[in-house]
């Protein structure tokens, strides 16, 4: 089992950023592919960013392209999402997941393990 716990969300003006991180805790000797996803109120959750074990790897969204970059520290067992040029669309709750696969991946059925999400919200 791996745990998965989100921080560093909070309120952000448009066109400011912020850096959230998925701190993994548990069975984290294994090579875990991570993703970061989002849910606006009324609307499912869409794939934001991926990033494959080694860090060598990653994939966006289009519609954060340029705007958000993802990471990771195996040392620490924590991934990264920082987010810069922030947009009212930008507002949700963001989760991280962990993925068994080698590689990175955009759909929800790719990953295995979930965080409980951190809320982002546009303050303008």
């Known amino acids: 089992q791996v745990q998965l716990v989100e921080s560093g969300g909070g309120l952000v003006q448009a066109g400011g950023s912020l850096r959230l991180s998925c701190a993994a805790s548990?069975?984290?000797?294994?090579?875990?592919?991570m993703g970061w996803f989002r849910q606006a109120p009324g609307k499912e959750r869409e794939f934001v960013a991926a990033?494959?074990?080694?860090?060598?790897?990653?994939i966006y969204a289009d519609s954060v392209k340029g705007r958000f970059t993802i990471s990771r520290d195996n040392a620490k067992n924590t991934v990264y999402l920082q987010m810069n040029s922030l947009k009212p669309d930008d507002t949700a709750v963001y989760s991280c997941?962990?993925?068994?696969?080698?590689?990175?991946?955009?759909?929800?059925?790719?990953?295995?393990?979930w965080g409980q999400g951190t809320q982002v919200t546009d303050s303008s």
């Open positions: 997941a962990a993925s068994l696969g080698s590689y990175v991946y955009t759909k929800i059925y790719d990953y295995t393990y």
């Open positions: 548990g069975r984290t000797s294994g090579s875990y592919a």
């Open positions: 990033i494959n074990w080694s860090g060598g790897y990653t």
